[in-house]
Each structure stands twice: as structure tokens, then as C-alpha cells.
T-cell receptor, first 117, second 112 residues
Framework: NAGVTQTPKFQVLKTGQSMTLQCAQDMNHEYMSWYRQDPGMGLRLIHYSVGAGITDQGEVPNGYNVSRSTTEDFPLRLLSAAPSQTSVYFC????????????????FGPGTRLTVL | GQQVMQIPQYQHVQEGEDFTTYCNSS?????IQWYKQRPGGHPVFLIQLVKSGEVKKQKRLTFQFGEAKKNSSLHITATQTTDVGTYFC????????????FGKGTLLTVNP
């Protein structure tokens, strides 16, 4: 199993450009999420999905779109990049929670380091 | 919304000293998870705590979940250079089975 894969590893964009960050998992996990990590800010949830065709907003969704057409893939789209979106982006997946006691660790991908000039 | 505060933000220790990071939630949690992120790496799951007052150990790491399920701690005994990294707690409230709210993390550096 490859686990959670993300492409690209690095990306530089100019303000106003659009791009898609790819995320795929081969563990048949229903739950997938996108986080951004900025220095001193921890991990902040952007969007998440509880299954194919179902997505919802997290803590910081503005400027990002997602879709979930298959269980395996969960791409993140930046519609018009801004310097404030310079960050490290992590995709994660897990089994859905069957309740508080469910063992549902999140598996993280290696991350995409994005710079917006 | 739910907030998870984590202290300290940074901790520098000499190898062999102990280390503790604390996590406090503004709401009661259904469970709490701990992750470790090595410099330049991605977060890796360490453990999940569910029960009030729960204590779990992994070798030199001891994890506790408070009686009120609003706080947690991670204690490392006799730190080693391999312990270097950022430790995050992440809480899940009863209202959401899916969303985790992460603390800002504690960066641990160890002087050999």
C-alpha cells in the first residue's frame, strides 16, 4: 500500500493563478481531509469529506474548493491564488468514526509546499 | 467553535531530562489524539485516548486524559535526540464524529 500520496511536493504560483493539489489514498478510507500548516498555527482544517459525493467546510475554507468523485481521490483547488495561501498543505484519510471509541487515526500524506508570489 | 490550546509552544531540554506538553479544550471531548511531526515531515499518529482519567504508556511516553475530558498531557521520560519534533494534540467533540481540532503543537528540541 502506498498510503496517502500527494502531488506535487513543491509548487510556486503567481498571484491570481489557479491550481489543483492532488491527494489519493489506497486504504479504502471513507474520511478524507485537507489541512494547511503555517508556522505557529498548527494544523487548520480546510475541507473534509465523509465519502464519495459528500464534502463539507472546515475552519478555513475560503479560497479553496474540493470535490470527491471517488473514494480514492480528494483534490484541493485554489481558484485564484493569493500570498496568504502560502503554506504547507497536508491531506489525511481515516476510517469513519463509529463513535468515540472507534480507532480512527488519521494517516497523513507527505505534504505540498506551496509558495504564492 | 471548539478551541484546543496547547502549551508550551517550545521546549528545549538536555538529553535525559523529562518533557511534558499540555492540552486544554474549551469543550468536553469525546476523544483526543496525539501526533508527532519530525522536522520536514508529516504528522504521525501516536495514540488515542477515550475514557475519562485514562492513562496509556508507550515505552518512555505517558499519555493522560483528564477526568473532565477537557485536558490531556504527554510526558516523555528521559528524552533522547530521536524525540525531537513537534507534538500535537487533536480533539474530537461529541458533536462531530469526523472533525479533529488540532492544538498549535509543542516543538521539542533535545541537546545531546
Amino acid at each position: 500500500n502506498a498510503g496517502v500520496t500527494q502531488t506535487p511536493k513543491f509548487q510556486v504560483l503567481k498571484t491570481g493563478q489557479s491550481m489543483t493539489l492532488q491527494c489519493a489514498q489506497d486504504m479504502n478510507h471513507e474520511y478524507m481531509s485537507w489541512y494547511r500548516q503555517d508556522p505557529g498555527m498548527g494544523l487548520r482544517l480546510i475541507h473534509y469529506s465523509v465519502g464519495a459525493g459528500i464534502t463539507d467546510q472546515g475552519e478555513v475554507p475560503n479560497g479553496y474548493n474540493v470535490s470527491r468523485s471517488t473514494t480514492e481521490d480528494f483534490p484541493l483547488r485554489l481558484l485564484s491564488a493569493a500570498p496568504s495561501q502560502t503554506s504547507v498543505y497536508f491531506c489525511a484519510s481515516s476510517y469513519p468514526s463509529g463513535g468515540p471509541s472507534s480507532y480512527n487515526e488519521q494517516f497523513f500524506g507527505p505534504g505540498t509546499r506551496l509558495t504564492v508570489l | 467553535g471548539q478551541q484546543v490550546m496547547q502549551i508550551p509552544q517550545y521546549q528545549h531540554v538536555q538529553e535525559g531530562e523529562d518533557f511534558t506538553t499540555y492540552c486544554n479544550s474549551s469543550t468536553t471531548l469525546s476523544n483526543i489524539q496525539w501526533y508527532k511531526q519530525r522536522p520536514g515531515g508529516h504528522p504521525v499518529f501516536l495514540i488515542q485516548l477515550v475514557k475519562s482519567g485514562e492513562v496509556k504508556k508507550q515505552k518512555r511516553l505517558t499519555f493522560q486524559f483528564g477526568e473532565a475530558k477537557k485536558n490531556s498531557s504527554l510526558h516523555i521520560t528521559a528524552t533522547q535526540t530521536t524525540d525531537v519534533g513537534t507534538y500535537f494534540c487533536a480533539g474530537r467533540s461529541g458533536g462531530s464524529n469526523y472533525k479533529l481540532t488540532f492544538g498549535k503543537g509543542t516543538l521539542l528540541t533535545v541537546n545531546p
